[in-house]
């Protein structure tokens, strides 16, 4: 909203649709609403859901330049970010859920303390060739490797081993 005052008697009001995109959770007052609670959008650019953004308030707008960055990267794979936290010790993580899976199917990703935006891209090219067809297996996936990752299945009762890549013995 604008309010802006017109010489001498008069206030005009403007008014602009916005859409809640995410909403901030301050690591310091984890139940704290505040105005800078929630980040808004232009009214095209419409999110399915609300993600959260989990950390320490003096790391509030660097959460929002990393959501920024990821999210065209997700978006491109068809996964939806649900989560984005860092911790006080500088720890980021990422909670993803694939456009195409049942709304409870949701998987972790750990990112470490470094190079957040490049970890991300490495698992989305690796997602769309490898994992998305195994995405309702998937527990959490561990991308503080400097090379590669490791993906935790879900443990079910009956459950065929999973293997994405290995060596020939020639």
Partial sequence: AM????????????????QAMARFENLDNPGEISADSYINLAPTQILP?????????VQRETLVDV??????????VRLAPLEL??????????????????????????LGRDGV????????RSYSIALR????????????????????WHQGPIQAPVQLAGLSGN
Wanted: glycine content about 4%.
């Fill in 3 to 18: 309010v802006r005052r017109v010489w001498p008697d008069a206030l005009a009001l403007g008014i602009v649709e916005t």
């Fill in 49 to 57: 859901m609300s993600p959260v953004l989990r950390g320490p308030k």
């Fill in 67 to 76: 959501f920024f960055s990821i999210f065209p990267v997700l978006q491109e």
């Fill in 85 to 110: 936290s860092v911790s006080k010790a500088g720890r980021w993580s990422l909670v993803l859920q694939s456009h195409d899976s049942p709304p409870d199917a949701d998987f972790a990703l750990l």
């Fill in 117 to 124: 935006v490049e970890k991300v891209d490495r698992f989305a």
């Fill in 133 to 152: 067809d195994k995405v309702d297996l998937i527990s959490k996936v561990d991308m503080r490797y400097a090379n590669g990752f490791a993906v935790q």
